[in-house]
Nanobody, 128 residues
Framework: QVQLLESGGGLVQAGGSLRLSCTVS???????????MGWFRQAPGKEREFVAA????????YLADSVKGRFTISRDNAKNTLYLQMNSLKPEDTAVYYC??????????????????WGQGTQVTVSS
């Protein structure tokens, strides 16, 4: 059973920064580096929204237009950890942030249904 555990959420003022982490364990016979990884978010009353994804090697990334230039996704395969560096945060970035893992090669995937494993989420609140 693959387990994903997010951390790093919290309360920050608009314009501030946060760094989320997601540690993956129990990789069901596969290594962390064989999963495409992604970040999603869900605000109250809204559908889960794609934020960013990264290829298995970390060499390629795919970001939603709403976060381009502000967020950076990265991974450390030696540490089985995924990151999301969030800068210039806005109140509209307030949401529960989830990391997700996907079996396969294509990293430019934004549909939540295409990801196979999910974490429990971490709350990010941006005050104005």
């Amino acid at each position: 059973q693959v387990q994903l555990l997010e951390s790093g959420g919290g309360l920050v003022q608009a314009g501030g920064s946060l760094r989320l982490s997601c540690t993956v364990s129990g990789a069901s016979g596969r290594t962390f580096s064989t999963y495409v990884m992604g970040w999603f978010r869900q605000a109250p009353g809204k559908e889960r929204e794609f934020v960013a994804a990264i290829s298995r090697t970390g060499g390629s990334t795919y970001l939603a237009d709403s976060v381009k230039g502000r967020f950076t996704i990265s991974r450390d395969n030696a540490k089985n950890t995924l990151y999301l560096q969030m800068n210039s945060l806005k109140p509209e970035d307030t949401a529960v942030y989830y990391c997700a893992a996907r079996e396969g090669f294509n990293y430019a995937v934004s549909a939540p249904g295409q990801y196979h494993y999910w974490g429990q989420g971490t709350q990010v609140t941006v005050s104005s």
